[in-house]
C-alpha cells in the first residue's frame, strides 16, 4: 500500500493494493496463470479468454488493478524468471534467454541490462558483491546522504513504516514507471526506518518504489528480492513547478501476490549508494 498524507488528512486519489485487490479478484486466478504457464505463449487474447473478459476491457482492468499492462507484466515477470535460472541453473546465457522466449541472444541482453542495471553475466558473478555491500551498509550504522538544494527543482520527501518489526536498509526510489525496473531517476538508502528526501528533483512525473533488506539477509535474498518488505505507487507523483510535494507517508508490507517483479539489481542501487558516501 502507498499512502500520502497532508494536514487534512488522506489524499484519496492514491489506492492501496488491498482495495484494488478487493475490486478485482479476479485478477488473482490469472496471475498464477501467467505463473505456472511462463515459458509459453502467453498473447493477449489468450490471457483474456482466460479471465473471461473482451480484450479491451481485460486490458482496461489488469491495469487499474497492478499499474502495467498485461503483456508488460509478462514481460516482467520473465525477465524474473530469468535471473532466477541465472543464479540457480548452469544454462547458458543463450539457453536462459531461449527459455523466456528471447530468441536472439543480443536482444535478451539489452533488455536484461537495461531493466535490471547489469548484464546477465555480470548479474550472475554478483552474490559475493551483494553481501559485500550489505556488510559496508552495516558497518555504516545510521547515516544521512549529503543533500544539494536548488531553488528551480522541487523536494520529494517523506517518512518510512513498516507493518512488521524491520532492521535493515531501506531502497528508496522514484522510477518512470510503476514497477522497479532500470535504474531510478532518483534514488537513496535509509537505514532502517525514518525519513528521506530527494532533493533537485526535476519536473516531472514519477513513481515512488521502496524495498528493503534486513541485516544478515543472504545473497540469494537480495539478488532475487521475493519475500522483502515493499512498497509502490500505482498512482504517479507529479512534480509541478511552483506546486510543493506534500510530504509522503509511505507503508512498506509483505509482498503481495499482484506486486511486480523487483527486477534493479539491488547490489547495484548499494554500489552506487557507497560510491556516492565514499565521495
Not at 488491498?18 to 478485482?24: G, N
Request: aromatic share 10%; glycine share 6%; net charge neutral.
Amino acid at each position: 500500500m502507498f499512502l500520502v498524507e497532508t494536514r487534512d488528512g488522506m489524499d484519496d486519489g492514491w489506492k492501496g493494493g488491498a482495495a484494488l485487490a478487493e475490486r478485482y479478484p479476479e485478477i488473482d486466478a490469472l496471475i498464477d496463470y501467467i505463473q505456472n504457464n511462463i515459458f509459453e505463449p502467453l498473447p493477449l487474447a489468450r490471457l483474456a479468454s482466460f479471465a473471461g473478459y473482451s480484450q479491451y476491457h481485460f486490458a482496461r482492468i489488469f491495469k487499474e488493478r497492478i499499474g502495467l499492462s498485461p503483456l508488460y507484466y509478462v514481460s516482467a515477470m520473465r525477465l524474473q524468471k530469468a535471473k532466477d535460472l541465472l543464479l540457480q541453473t548452469n544454462l547458458s546465457i543463450r539457453d536462459i534467454g531461449l527459455e523466456i522466449g528471447q530468441q536472439s541472444l543480443g536482444t535478451f541482453t539489452t533488455r536484461f541490462t537495461e531493466r535490471v542495471g547489469v548484464s546477465p553475466a555480470e548479474f550472475r558473478q554478483s552474490a559475493q558483491q551483494a553481501d559485500r555491500h550489505l556488510n559496508a551498509l552495516q558497518q555504516l550504522a545510521r547515516w544521512q546522504e549529503p543533500q544539494s538544494r536548488s531553488p528551480l527543482c522541487a523536494i520529494v520527501s517523506g517518512t518510512l513504516h513498516a507493518a512488521v518489526p524491520f532492521e535493515g536498509v531501506v531502497l528508496v526510489g522514484l522510477f518512470a514507471k510503476p514497477i522497479p525496473e532500470g535504474l531510478p531517476l532518483y534514488g537513496t538508502l535509509v537505514s532502517s526506518l525514518g525519513s528521506f528526501v530527494f532533493t533537485n528533483v526535476q519536473p516531472g512525473v514519477y513513481y515512488l518504489m521502496a524495498t528493503s533488506v534486513s541485516w544478515g539477509t543472504k545473497a540469494l535474498d537480495v539478488l532475487l528480492p521475493q519475500t522483502t518488505l515493499r512498497t509502490r505507487s500505482k498512482e504517479p507523483i507529479a512534480v509541478v513547478p511552483g506546486f510543493p510535494v506534500p510530504p509522503l507517508r509511505v507503508e512498506l508490507f509483505e509482498p503481495r501476490p499482484d506486486d511486480p517483479p523487483i527486477l534493479i539489481s539491488l547490489p547495484l542501487l548499494m554500489n552506487n549508494f557507497l560510491s556516492r558516501m565514499r565521495e
